[in-house]
């Protein structure tokens, strides 16, 4: 078999295959024997007919038909392995000549596993952040868990900010009732901000049984589309008012929430926990900015195929959402204001990032010799397990060679990433 390769662009590929006489009488024989198993012949249970007897009565074209295919399948992957190309799916064939018995030559094109090239990726010009907590945060925080302690007390008398009121209300639009708009015996906490602008404070001042209208306009650039900058009209019942009353944030506050002497020890608790999470989201900022970096200083070009994979990804997580909520895709978009033009233009390029990602981490991988050994997979597949006990479809597919293989690589990505963010720490 004699190959050569030309490219056609950085991640495609078309490779010339010859086959002498000696290749196609291999294929010849493999393709004999096969259709020895398929013929009938007088005197022979079928498929149990001798090959130098099936040899007399299998007609000529179809030895040939049978020859060829056989040839170009068992050669085409063995001739990528001779150019050292990497087919990402199976290549398309085109037989350009084929001559039984003596000759054939054909074309086999693939997109490839890129040529990657790789920036200085231990100078990547990338600054770790140091966590930080604010007296602001530790506030917020210490605020959050008096309100988790608050008692409700129903009361008569006007709604003010702070209070939680318990409401029935209808949204309507040009007079109709639009989605989402409705609902009973809503508990909602005045001040909350969870509503559009002039919702909460048009309750205010109300008591309970008062029926009365908010005249609201919503924001222009609100979530859904057919929402956005419209005027509406909501008719509100006011059930019921209760006074929130929170306690006090001091050391009585602080023995509630856990093992904690005083107040101060409720704070330091705060603040520790508060900076392992900023420390956390810094470093996955950390691990992001070096990655956008490491693919700006290489060369990444990004193969058509694993963009439209990714893409498809992209879909599939948005369909899922879409179906937890009761909506087609279309109508997804639709409610979030999107056109599908939209959508894929902005899905694209959302696609190509993680394929360059993806591949300048693979080849960084390979460079620095980074794995994972087998245990490490096995522990990561136990507990995986544990986590999916109860689903035993989720179990079986960790059976799968496949998912495994998946797993394995995901875990060297993980330390290649602690590779580049030790090399860049300095």
């Known amino acids: 078999m004699k190959t050569k390769s030309k490219r056609i662009s950085d991640s495609r590929v078309e490779i010339t295959v010859i086959l002498d006489a000696k290749d196609l009488a291999v294929a010849s024989e493999k393709a004999l024997e096969k259709l020895a198993k398929e013929i009938k012949v007088e ?243 950390f691990k992001d900015d070096l990655v956008q970096a490491l693919v700006k200083k290489s060369k990444v070009p990004t193969p058509e195929i694993l963009i439209d994979d990714q893409m498809r990804i992209i879909r599939d997580d948005m369909e899922r959402n879409a179906m937890g909520q009761g909506m087609s895709f279309e109508d997804f978009l639709k409610a979030n204001g999107e056109t599908f033009e939209g959508w894929e233009k902005q899905a694209r390029e959302i696609a190509k990032i993680r394929v360059q990602a993806s591949l300048a981490l693979q080849t960084l991988a390979v460079k620095e010799k980074i794995t994972v050994d087998d245990n490490v997979v096995a522990a990561k597949i136990a507990e995986l397990k544990d986590v999916y006990k109860n689903a035993p479809d989720a179990i079986k597919s960790l059976k799968d060679p496949n998912v495994k293989m998946d797993i394995k690589n995901r875990l060297i990505i993980e330390k290649t990433l602690d590779f580049l963010m030790k090399a860049n720490e300095k």
């Open 43 to 285: 005197g022979f249970r079928k498929g149990k007919v001798p090959v130098e007897v099936a040899k007399k009565f299998v007609p000529e074209n179809d030895l040939n038909a049978e020859t060829i295919d056989l040839a170009v399948r068992t050669t085409v992957i063995e001739a990528f392995k001779k150019e050292e190309k990497a087919p990402l799916v199976l290549p398309s064939v085109n037989v350009v000549k084929y001559v039984p018995g003596e000759m054939a030559e054909y074309t086999a094109t693939a997109d490839i596993v890129p040529e990657v090239v790789l920036g200085d990726y231990k100078k990547l010009g990338v600054k770790k952040q140091t966590a930080k907590v604010t007296e602001t945060e530790i506030k917020e925080v210490l605020k959050n868990l008096s309100g988790s302690f608050a008692e409700k007390k129903a009361i008569k008398r006007a709604a003010k900010l702070g209070d939680e009121v318990i409401l029935d209300f209808v949204g309507k639009k040009d007079g109709e009732a639009f989605k989402g708009g409705t609902a009973k015996d809503y508990a909602l906490e005045l001040g909350s901000g969870m509503f559009i602008p002039g919702f909460e404070d048009g309750i205010v001042g109300h008591e309970p049984g008062d029926k009365f209208e908010l005249k609201l306009t919503f924001p222009k650039d609100y979530g859904v589309a057919e929402l956005a900058g419209a005027k509406t009209v909501f008719e509100v019942l006011l059930k019921q008012v209760n006074e929130v009353i929170k306690p006090k944030i001091d050391d009585e506050l602080a023995k509630k929430c856990g093992p904690f002497k005083s107040l101060k020890d409720l704070k330091e608790d705060i603040e520790k926990n508060l900076t392992m999470q900023n420390e956390h989201k810094l470093n996955e900022k």
